[in-house]
């Protein structure tokens, strides 16, 4: 049987198909109907799985990869639009991008439209980077995928897309 390591760290390994057995026999009670329950155990899946394919080998948070996949997807962003797109207060923002320039990755050029504004564009070691984290992430996503049938992927998709009112 295969097993995949524990998504945390400390805790053993369990088969990747079923919950180790101290759980599978516990009753969930009410939070068998609590929807911010199952979302959390399904990240604690699906950050483990991120962490193995994207995050270490890249040295990437979630949001520095999600903003690096927006601008290599759209090319020069505005931080207005990113912080929407990202759910981020402006100071957080402004504290990715500093990180994230400080490795090189991006920088701030002054908008060809509007002089007065900045956009947030990708350097030459920013696409290679999110060009193979994206390359990375695909067998995360078939990892998932595999789980799901492909009604139920895009259902899924667009089910949570509701719940975070998108």
Do not use: C
């Not at 995949?4 to 390994?13: A, F, I, K, V, Y």
């Not at 026999?25 to 994207?54: C, K, M, N, W």
């Not at 990180?99 to 060809?112: D, F, N």
């Not at 995360?140 to 259902?155: G, Q, T």
């Amino acid at each position: 049987m295969a097993r995949d390591r524990s998504p945390l760290p400390g805790l053993p390994d369990w088969p990747a198909d079923r919950p180790p057995k101290a759980f599978s026999d516990l009753s969930l009670g009410p939070l068998s109907d609590v929807l911010g329950y199952h979302i959390a155990q399904a990240s604690i899946t699906t950050f483990g799985l991120f962490e193995r394919h994207v995050g270490q080998p890249f040295g990437l948070r979630k949001v520095e990869y999600s903003l690096l996949m927006l601008v290599l997807a759209n090319g020069p962003l505005s931080p207005k639009k990113l912080a929407q797109a990202l759910v981020l207060s402006a100071p957080n923002l402004t504290l990715l991008l500093d990180r994230l320039q400080e490795r090189g990755l991006l920088r701030r050029e002054r908008s060809q439209l509007d002089r007065r504004s900045q956009n947030v564009v990708l350097t030459d070691e920013g696409q290679r980077v999110a060009r193979a984290s994206g390359a990375a992430a695909v067998p995360m996503e078939s990892a998932l995928f595999d789980r799901l049938s492909r009604a139920e992927h895009a259902m899924l998709i667009e089910l949570l897309r509701k719940v975070a009112g998108r």
